[in-house]
Nanobody
């Protein structure tokens, strides 16, 4: 069973930086796409950034130029470096993977982490 464990959330002042990490485990050989979504109170969950195993990256317009996604395939870990944070970035950030190869075969489905809270406030 694939599990995703996030870390690194917290409280930061506007203009500050924060890095969140997500480690996937569960006899994983490789992962097609890893990414981050977020959900603010009263809003729908939205894509923040994603990165494929080949290095193709996609960002939401609202975070372009401020956030950087990266991954370490040897550790099955994805990172999100968040700079110039704004109060509107406040949300629960969820790690996501799609297309995971494990010892049991290929699973064309999404896996989600439990979420880590990011609060941007003075």
């Amino acid at each position: 069973q694939v599990q995703l464990v996030e870390s690194g959330g917290g409280l930061v002042q506007p203009g500050g930086s924060l890095r969140v990490s997500c480690a996937a485990s569960g006899n994983i050989f490789s992962i097609n796409t890893m990414g981050w979504y977020r959900q603010a109170p009263g809003k729908e969950r939205e894509l923040v950034a994603s990165i494929t195993s080949g290095g193709n990256i996609n960002y939401a317009d609202s975070v372009k130029g401020r956030f950087t996604i990266s991954r370490d395939n040897s550790k099955n870990t994805v990172y999100l470096q968040m700079n110039s944070l704004k109060p509107e970035d406040t949300a629960v950030y969820y790690c996501n993977t799609y297309g995971v190869y494990t010892r049991g075969g290929y699973a064309p489905r999404n896996y989600w982490g439990q979420g880590t809270e990011v609060t941007v406030s003075s």
